[in-house]
């Protein structure tokens, strides 16, 4: 008795032209910032840029940690109610 379902080839290959698409997609993108990069006005623009997204990151950041340790300090003072009934 054999299984004439049995399947010879895996279901989850990637097709060739897929794989082409993508890999010109990503030469293309490698290409384009490789020009980019290649004017010194850009690469400061993209620094200046850069510097501002980790400072605003930065301020979220410490924001939500005070939130968060303000958040635990009254869950902690809740706790403690709580215990104390």
Known sequence: MT???IKTQNDT???PVIAA???AVVAGAAVASAF?????????KIKAAA???KTN???KNAQVMGKA?????ITKNAVNDVKNI
Do not use: F, H, P, T
Request: negative net charge; charged residues 35%; proline residues 0%.
């Open 21 to 23: 698409v993508a890999g």
């Open 69 to 73: 340790k303000k958040l635990g300090e």
């Open 57 to 59: 990151i930065q301020d």
């Open 36 to 44: 980019v990069l290649s004017n010194k006005d850009n690469q400061e």
């Open 3 to 5: 299984d004439k379902n």
């Open 13 to 15: 290959s990637v097709n």
């Open 51 to 53: 510097s501002d997204i």
